[in-house]
Structure formats: C-alpha cells, structure tokens
C-alpha cells in the first residue's frame, strides 16, 4: 500500500487557485502574514507552516466553491475553526487555502423534543451553551478551550465530562460534509440510532479535516440535571486516588467528572488561586442528578474514597461553593504556568486501561523526576485519560530536546500499557510518527486506502493522520 | 462512481477453493444440503440462497486460512454467528463459503477493573452474562433473539436496554478483524477512548461482513445495578404514551428500558399470558440504581405518566414481581402469532426522530386498519424505534404482496419523518433498496468507494449493503 503524501507544492496551481478565490470572495480572501500566521499552528511546539490564503467562508455555498476550485488545481484545503488545536493539524506544509468557518457560527435549529440541535461548525461550545440557556438543556462536551463545535468534532474531542456523556464520537447525530470533490451529503438522518450502511458518522468524526469538510452538526443535548453536587477529596497517593476512581465507576456511580489533580498542580493552584489545599493527589468530583440523587452519590462517593485512605471529602451542592471547589480545576493550567513564569507548558495526552493509570502515572511522575523536569498532571481519569504539562525554556534547546525526548517515553510508556498516544487531542502532524506502532501495519494501510478513496489527489488537510 | 456488483458465480473456482478447504478442514467443512440451507437466511421472507460449503471455524486462523483461499480464487466468504439476522445478511447470492464462527466461544478475558471484556464472535450474549454472574458486571445489549456477540457487531444491533446503555456502536471498544485479503488487524487499543485517526471499529460495527470478519471483540461491560424497579402504565392513546415518554427523557430520568405495546399487542399478551392488561397503549418500564434512587425515579415517571392521563402506573422493585411485569414484553413475538396460528409474522424496524413518534405510530395503525393487516405493534420508543409485525399467510401471494407494500409505506413514512429505515436490524439485502433513498448519492458513493478500497475484489458477503 503506497501512503498518501503532501502533494509537492505547486506555485503556480496555488497562484491561479487565489487569484480564483479573490475574484470570487473579494475581501473574505486574506494574504497578509499576520493573518495566515494565526491561521497556523501557534498554540504548541510544533513549527507554524502558513496556507497560502485565508478565506472566511459564510455558507456551505462557500465552502463547496473554496474546494471545488482547489480540487480543480489540485491545491490543498485546511479547515480552521478557532486554531486551538494542539497537533499542528491547522498547518499547511504543502501551502494552500485555510477555509476558515468561524463566521459560520448560526445555531440553525433547537429540537428540545428530540434533545438534538443543528449547528454550523464555527458555532463555539460556550455561544451553544449560552444560546440554550433558556431551554433548560445543554451540550455537555467540554475540551478546556472555547473551540468550534466543527473542530471538535473533527478531533475527536473529549473533555472533564467525558466519562459521563462520552465523547465527541457519542454526541454528534449526523454531519453535513463538503467532499474532496467539492459534493455536500449528509452522513445520516436525524433518528437516534440506525443501522443503515457503514457509519460515514463517525468516520468524519476524529478525521481531521481529511476527508471533507464538515459544515452543519447535528449533536445530542441533555437536560440540565435538577440538581448537581461537587467535592475534593485528598489521598495519600495516586494509587490510593486510581483505585477510589476505579471503584467509584465500576460500582456505577454515575460520576459526572472525575478529575485528578497531582501533589505539583496542587501546589501550583494554591500558590495561584490563594488556596490551601493539602498538597496531596486530589481528586474532583461532580455528580448530577435529583436532589436526592446527588447527595446519595456525593455519600458514596465518600464512602469509598474512605476505604482507600482518601478525605476528608468535602462536598456541596450550592452553586458558588461548587464554583469555588472547581476553580482549582479551571485554573490548573496558569496556575501551572506560574511555576516557571516565561516558560511555555507543553500539553499531552495519553490514554490507558483504568487498571494500567496508577502504575502509568507513577512511572511518569519518577521519570519527571530523573529528568529533572517540572511537569504538574491533571487527568480525566475515570477515562484512564491524563495530561503532562511540562514547563519548558523555549529558548533553550537542552530544555526543548529533554521535555521531547521525555513526551516520547510517556507515549511510548502508554502503548506498552495497552494505552493510546492521543486520548483527545487528536493525531495532526504531531503524532503521525506514533501510529503505525500503536494502530501496526494492516489497521494504518486501512486508513490510508480509505483516505485514498475519499481523497484521490490527497488535496484535504494534507500532512496530517495517515500522510508521510 | 460504479458500484461493486456481486461477482458473477464462478463454478471452477468455488470446486477449487471447496476442495481446499476440506483437505484442510476436513469435516470442519460441510456441503449437506440442510446444513447449507440452515447457514442461509430461514428467519426471514426473504428467499434462502445457500452456500456452497460451510467451515466451522475454530480460531483467527481458520478464518484466515478460509479468507486466503477464498481471496486467491475470488470466491465470496460469508460469515455465520446464529442465524438471527432478519434482513438476509447471511444469503449466498453468488454462493461460496459460509464461515461459521459460532464454535469460537471463549471469553478470553475478563478486565473487571477496566469494565471490559474479551471474547471470540460466537460467544452469544446470553453465554456472556452466565459467564459473568459471579463477577458482578453485565453486558447491557439485548436485541431480543441469544445472538452471537460477532453477529451484533456487524449489524449494529441494539434491544429494549439501547435507551440507557447505547447500542453496539457504543459498547465495542474494539475489534480483531480479518480483512479481504486475509490479514488480521486490531481496529483500537483497550483505552476507553482514542482519537488517533479515522474510527476503524466504528467503521467494522455495522458493516455486516461486508469489510472484514470479526475474529474477536473487546466489550465494555456495566456493573450490576444495586436496584431495579419496574413498572407498566396504560394510557389514553399512543401520542399521551409518547408525550410521556419524550418528558421522561428530557429531564434526565435515566430510564433503563421504556417499552410501548399497542393495544393489539396487549390483546395477544393477555390472551397468550393469561393476563388482563388494560387493552389500552401501555408503557413498560424499568430503572437501574441505587436502593433510593430506583424507588424516586419511579415516583417521578409516575407523576409524568400522571401528566399526560397514563395510569394507574403498576411498579415493583422485587424480583419476582418484576418478571412477571416484563413477562408480557419477552413473550410479545409468540403472543402475536397467537392472534393468527400458521401464520408467520414479519419483523420490521423503523425509527424516527422521538418527537415524530406518536404521528408516525398513529399513521402506521391507519394504514395497518385501511389495509385489512393483524399487526401489532411494539417499540422501543426512548430511542423512537419500533416494530411492526404483520401476521401473513405465506400461502397467500395476495397477503405477501399486501404486507409487502405496507412494508414499503412504513419505509418511506419514516424516512419522511427524517427517520431510518433500520433502527437495529440492519441492511442486509431486504433493505438495500431504501439506501439511496434514506441517504442521498454522494454518502452511498463514499459507502462504495469504502467497499471498494477494502475488498477490491468483492468477496466480502457480496450482494449486501451497497452492492447492486
């Protein structure tokens, strides 16, 4: 199976192809550098390579003719939503056209009933939030940044309440899909199941924008629960904290968040936040339900984490004061920046078998210490799903070659634990060097022969996923 | 795009590949013709189109000796769990070899920890859960007949627990698939969740044979709820039984099953029961939690019930009481053929958008009444999915031809109604016409264009899904 690759540049096909696209879209097609620049890889480690053009599409209308004349010239397309991705995947290494489709950002339709809405991808998770406040539902899906609705589907994306309301791959319904030939389909009806053909869904879903380009969502909505309730409890070790974690979801307790908080991003939050926790692993918890509900679950959960050697458990269901308990979550990265004002915090991701987290974080934690490394942990673990935040001197190559030789253990670490290199921020370019040994070689020539398929000339986001 | 046609029947190579296979399989492999004709679809009235040999597969590499010597003589391989399909997934319109897994049933491995499971394809899922009794987990996914767990995957089957635990799509982790060309690949890690590029598992759930034979699956199981409690309510009318039911779900009450029966579908229970149901639309019910839990969401569903006019609503936590309550719904397929004995009764399976349920419910039983049918109805409406069973004399080419066309108007009602064509059933061949209908050229073109990239040559269970 030969792989798809990035398409040589082609000076000439992209010259004509922006002249096309000026012609057409007047002052919605941008060149100036700034610009383009935003409109590369800026929040990570990974070097900006910058498209060509921006066009600021408004329609699908729009985004069909942005590919149709590229398909033509055979010049790349890289979807932008809001850049906050983290593998590269907005870069352009073969230069092209960035469609950007923030100002597609309608909600198009609330069926309250079906608890579905229709959305266009530049819509944000919080202006959907905010617009459904009044319908007393909401989008549970919440990946730290405020990103499009578009690019977190096309990553995959997941977030603190994950291990409650899943992913994205369990909250999209259908998509609507520009192809790499510049066609529009819809990938399925609006039902809440079906078992119709091969699940073009969820296929789009983790793609990356290399297979077409998605322009309207249908995504799943919840009823905002009647009541909620929220607590930290500290343990004596992550062990002691995976192994609560562990109990708490097999005896399911339907745990709305579960997040963990290491004894370096505690310090860091309360160095930050004026906080005095104890600088011990802290798990945060949330639970969602009926009034009863959640106090039953929150006297559980308290219950349990006792048996581990965790507490006291603190908990409320008041607003402000679970407000207060989370803040300490919501500000774990600065408060982990302020460790090492000026450096950078390089953010990744792994994922393992709930059994394998403790052991998985324990290695990681005395490989940051033989390295000498500052790196808090914050994780997603009811998904068995962590983050490494190391802090690096960008300007010194010592410290950059160290935390990148450190990031490769962690994920090399992962897959030796039947874990994956990315739990939801995606592949990109970042971690295509990844794949091969996680997926072998007949999975990746599958996803190179489907790329193929959809994408003959290899035009839609190319570098990224399955390209070399 | 041209569309991968069933290959034409090809007698020297089928002759070949048979003797090749019984010099290796020996009496693993079998050519009698009622052992063939049990391996084509029986269940369904859709005509038997037998193969030519079936192997009894004892492991991967029996498939993937079966699958190599198909492949190098282009001849079809369609794989066999139970027979349970209904919409003749498992016919050989170009003959060739049925591939019977149903003798690879170990559970390789239990990971309690992880809440997963490993198992071959033919462990059923009624196997399963004996397996597990003593380990306190359970596998939710219950589409009514014991099928094989391999069988499931591939038609995305889901049941009456789909409300609450999701459907296949959502509870396979991962899968072992061997590919046309005969080469075993591992479509994801065990991690609960990965977004490392295109979603190969959900590709293969659903896929019907049509991509690959699934050889082994990881599974994610639940813990045994603490509590159940069950009920059933009776209503004025099926709009007040589906009102009540779109309430319930949009405030979050976490329903584990929310079962509707038509009246004509209480009749038969009470008279092949020997019960005295309320011959009025009637819910049927359960919830999973804790002690308290269970008994507040029953209250509550009462009080919705109340709402819309439904009542008295009956519920019990006991055991005992509990069968007896879901005895009515299990026993629903053989109390509708007691309406009319010799005759056979055709599952069908359509679903809708929930809000479009109680209309295109009403809408049917008009039909169902213009036409002079027996057809009763039951659903699993949390998900809007239900199914009809028209009771039909096969002898009758007037009552084939009748339930034939009224087939075909539910098809198309739903599909108006932005609904599917198959909630749970699959496409198989019976369905294969309403595809381009349900989604448009451009999805069944990519579908095709799948297809083609991963059996170039056709031999995957042709003449389903997207074949012509």
Redesign the interface.
């Known amino acids: 199976m030969v792989a798809p690759s990035v398409p040589p540049r082609d000076e000439a096909a992209i010259a004509t192809v922006v002249g096309i696209l000026k012609q057409r879209f007047g002052e919605r097609l941008a060149t100036g550098h700034a610009l383009r620049e935003q409109h590369s890889a800026t929040l990570t480690w990974i070097d900006p390579q910058l498209p060509d053009a921006v066009v600021f599409a408004e329609s699908t209308a729009d985004v069909v003719e942005t590919v149709r004349a590229c398909a033509a010239h055979r010049v790349p397309v890289i979807p932008f939503g809001t850049g906050t991705s983290l593998e590269g995947h907005v870069n352009a290494p073969a230069g092209g056209i960035s469609l950007d489709v923030s100002r597609m950002n309608k909600v198009l339709a609330v ?6 809405c229709v959305v266009e991808p530049g819509v944000t998770r919080k202006q959907l939030n905010e617009f459904l406040r009044d319908t ?1 539902l909401f989008f549970p899906i919440d990946p730290g940044a405020d990103a499009s609705l578009g690019g977190m589907a096309s ?4 977030g603190t309440n ?1 291990v409650r309301y ?2 994205m ?2 909250n999209v319904i259908s998509l609507e899909v520009v ?1 790499a030939t510049g ?18 869904t ?2 789009f ?3 990356e924008g290399t ?1 077409g380009i998605i322009t309207k969502l249908t995504l799943r909505l ?2 905002i ?2 009541a909620t309730s929220a607590g930290i409890c500290p343990f004596p070790s992550i062990k002691a904290a995976a192994d609560a974690v ?1 109990l708490t ?4 307790l ?1 745990v709305a968040r579960i997040e963990l908080l290491d004894e370096v991003q505690v310090r860091a939050v309360n160095g930050y936040s004026k906080l005095s926790l104890p600088e011990q692993p802290l798990l945060l918890v949330e639970f ?3 009034e ?2 959640v106090v ?1 679950q929150a006297e ?1 959960f308290g219950d349990i984490a006792a048996e581990y050697g965790g507490g006291p458990f603190q908990w409320a269901t008041l607003a402000e004061e679970r407000s207060r308990l989370w803040a300490a979550r919501h500000d774990a990265y600065w408060a982990a920046l302020s460790l090492r004002p000026g450096c950078k915090s390089v953010s990744s991701d792994v ?5 394998r987290l403790a052991e998985c974080i324990d290695e990681t934690k005395r490989d940051i210490e033989s390295c000498g490394l500052i790196a808090p942990i914050v994780g997603h673990v009811g ?3 962590f983050h490494c935040l190391p802090l690096i001197d960008m300007e010194s190559p010592f410290e950059v070659e160290r935390a990148k030789a450190f990031m490769e253990r962690l994920v090399l670490r ?2 030796a634990m ?10 990109g370019s970042g ?1 295509m060097k ?2 091969e040994r ?3 070689t ?3 020539d ?2 190179r ?6 994408d003959p000339h290899g035009i839609m986001n190319p570098g990224k ?2 390209a070399t």
């Open positions: 069926h309250a009933e079906d608890l579905d007393g990553t995959r994306a997941s994950a899943g992913t791959k369990d192809t066609e529009v389909m819809t990938t399925s009806r609006r039902a809440r199941k079906s078992s119709t053909g091969y699940d073009l969820r296929l879903v983790g793609s297979l919840y009823g629960p009647e562990i979801i097999q005896t399911g339907p969602h339900g009926t009863a509900g039953e559980r994922c393992v078998p709930i059994s998904d068995g799903n992962a897959l039947e874990g994956t290199c990315s739990g939801e921020h995606g592949v971690k990844y794949l996680e997926h072998g007949a999975p990746l599958a996803m022969a489907i790329k193929t398929a959809l996923i399955v």
